[in-house]
């Protein structure tokens, strides 16, 4: 625990005051990201900025296709997945990030 | 920044650019800017039977808003140094969008004044 | 190293194909560009492709693509090109940039 009187590193740490702060909080840690055009990756994040732009590590990617089919009329939905090592994400393409879900 | 100095290390390396019309690109990274354009040497298309469009094309420019993805080379990645960087960069932008904001407040209390001024001359020089 | 757009010097007066953002293959002389790579090609032409039949060439002449628009300047090796047969390359057209 951080007291409000401890300095640098300590108050960044434990301050929440606006919503990057919860970004920062989630460096190093696995996370998941759901991306434009029903993109979703989970993988660690080792840096962001305030663009959202971000690096991740060991990446999984989903990507979801839609499809109709051409007689029932039925949604299809059809996965992608792909594992991606180290990873650059530009941050016009995020919408939004979670942290890990703790069991 | 911190990703533009991050691309600047990685010049020389080879990367995988994917861009948002899923064509995905490998070449040496030869040169970077605040955008994050970047410029290509030696490339080739990953998928060069779907994109032939670019069979005889050595040295690309790459604008950085259609890139959607940047495949890394992971063993030239410190995601230490990463990490703090974000870090010190968050802390940063912090204290300069507080002081900004503050400086932004105190200009626009003189705005309004000036832009309606050529207003009410207009209306004086009608009337 | 210097930035990408002053690299751009390296293609005055040679041939480059842009790939548009709404995928279109533009091809022609290098003649300049400014800060939000706007670009001017001279002699330039539409390269259209089809999975049904070879590239298509639609001469346009001197052109000025706001950069917007680009997604890619690339600088065409004129040996290379001159060696491909166009009639046999056959693709889908390419899909447009989707931010």
């Known amino acids: 625990m951080a007291t409000s009187e401890g300095a640098g590193d300590h108050v960044q740490e434990a301050t929440v005051e606006e919503p990057l702060d919860l970004v920062r909080l989630c ?31 060991d990446v999984h990617e989903t990507i979801t296709v839609t499809e109709v089919d051409s007689e029932t009329y039925e949604e299809m939905y059809k996965e992608t997945k792909r594992t991606i090592p180290m990873l650059f994400v530009r941050g016009d393409g995020v919408i939004l990030i979670s942290p890990p879900t703790r069991a | 920044m911190l990703f533009y100095s991050f691309f600047k290390s990685l010049v020389g390396k080879e990367i995988v650019v994917e861009l948002k019309n899923d064509m995905s690109l490998h070449g040496t990274l030869d040169s970077v800017d605040q955008y994050l354009n970047m410029k290509l040497l030696d490339i080739a298309v990953t998928d060069a039977e779907k994109f032939p469009h ?8 790459i604008r950085g808003s259609v890139i959607r993805y940047v495949h890394l080379p992971a063993e030239e990645v410190d995601v230490q140094q990463l ?28 705005q309004p004044t000036k832009d309606t001024r050529p207003d009410q001359s207009d209306k004086v020089a009608a009337s | ?7 751009l010097d390296a293609f005055y007066g040679k041939k480059v194909l842009i790939i ?10 290098f003649q300049g560009y400014d800060q939000t790579i706007n670009v001017v090609l001279t002699d ?56």
């Open chain 3, 1 to 7: 190293m210097s930035a990408p757009t002053s690299t």
């Open chain 2, 54 to 61: 670019m069979l005889a094309v050595k040295n690309i420019f």
């Open chain 3, 20 to 29: 548009t953002n709404d995928g279109r293959t533009l091809v022609g002389s």
């Open chain 3, 44 to 99: 330039s032409s539409e390269r259209v492709y089809s999975s049904h039949q070879g590239i298509q060439t639609v001469p346009l002449g001197a052109y000025m693509v706001r950069g917007d628009n680009i997604a890619i300047v690339g600088e065409v090796n004129e040996e290379e090109d001159a060696q491909l047969d166009f009639d046999a390359i056959k693709a889908e057209p390419l899909r447009h940039i989707v931010h």
């Open chain 2, 83 to 110: 990490q703090d960087a974000s870090r010190r960069d968050a802390e940063q932008a912090k204290h300069s969008t507080k002081t900004g904001a503050a400086a932004a407040a105190a200009a626009g209390k003189g």
């Open chain 1, 27 to 57: 460096l190093d840690e696995k996370i998941y990201v759901k991306m434009r055009h029903d993109r979703e990756l989970t993988g660690t994040l080792f840096a962001y900025d305030q663009h959202l732009n971000m690096i991740l590590g």
